[in-house]
């Protein structure tokens, strides 16, 4: 896959073909796998660019999640369609004076940003997820952009009933972490690729956990590490590894081109985001397997005395909203104007 990927992730789902952009109601199609077939070569017959393999996966997660980049002759996979036009969705129950009332911050795209159609891509699942819910209510959402702030005091002492978008730790395996003592998660929104970043044609590969022992990896401070701790893998803990926590993705990078570390490993977009910022196409590239999946959730304070109420209504609406086209018409459209910017920066 890195040869695809040596023009950098840019255009990975850049969905707006001109023949698209005419059809205002475009649907999915399917295609059944065929022998010799890839995620790559399926999206370069659909979408002419190989790279943008990312929506194949995204339309397919539920089947290539496991597996990410491998599909089987008789494999049927969704092949999604888009319209043109990338207009935010209405918002009728979003209201100054609501009954229900959420906090999110900027800066974050292509999931929440105020300078995105419908504040973003987990801003508009938000909305319609509460739309879709049974017994909807008026809500309203703040914009505080010191994210430090959303989980306390805001949440915590109940200025706000909801917050979005947040990792989850692995509650399961450390009950104690802050986030999983004092917050109730939502059923993910979306999922989230973590990649490792490599200098191209250094030879590191990461085909299982066995190929990552003994390296030294770069992920900005601040920044979760849950998942290099999870059960079966504890890189941390036993001192498998070497995590260098640099100030900003920025200073990993360059940590990475010094040659002090050998991955700098981030999400897929933040990833992209940088390597473009800092003119690193074709020098730096991610590894084919994703390192882990991480979900982006809504939470809310175990203290709230409505917590598990407004909880298990939000996850009502979301579901419903999985089921539905609109759902995956609202990924593709934020996933499509994010690659597309970045294509044409």
Known sequence: MRRVFNALIAPVLAFALPQMAAAQ??????????????????A?????????WTLIYYSNEE??????????PGDDLVIPCVAGQ????????????????????????????????????????????L?????????????????????????????????FPWLKPDCAS??????CKNFHFSDPLVEVLILLFVREGSGITYEQDADVIGKTLCRPEGYFTHDLDRP????????????????SPKACFQELLAGRVDAVTLNVFLGATTIDDMGLRGAVVPLDKPLSVEGLHVVISKKHWRGTTHLYRFNA??????????????VSKHLGEFWDQLKTQ
């Open 317 to 330: 609406g979301l579901a419903a909203l999985k089921k539905s086209d609109r759902y995956a018409q609202i």
């Open 25 to 42: 109601d475009c649907q999915p199609s399917s295609h059944t796998v065929q022998p010799g077939e890839t995620v790559f070569t399926i």
């Open 44 to 52: 370069n017959h659909y979408f002419g660019d190989a790279e943008k």
């Open 86 to 129: 990338r207009k935010a969705d209405a918002t009728p129950l979003l209201q100054d004076n609501a009954e229900m009332k959420l906090v999110t911050g900027s800066n974050y795209a292509p999931f929440t940003d105020r300078g995105w159609p419908g504040d973003g891509m987990v801003t508009e699942l938000v909305n319609a997820a």
């Open 174 to 179: 450390t009950p104690n972490n802050e986030r």
């Open 63 to 72: 089947l290539l999640k496991s597996a990410v980049f491998q599909v089987s």
């Open 232 to 247: 079966g893998r504890e890189w941390l803990k036993k001192g498998l590894i070497k995590l260098v926590q640099a100030d």
């Open 131 to 163: 739309e879709t819910t049974p017994n909807p209510v008026s809500y309203s959402v703040t914009w505080e952009d010191d994210w430090s702030k959303h989980l306390f005091p805001m949440l915590d002492s109940k200025q706000f009933d909801m917050g």
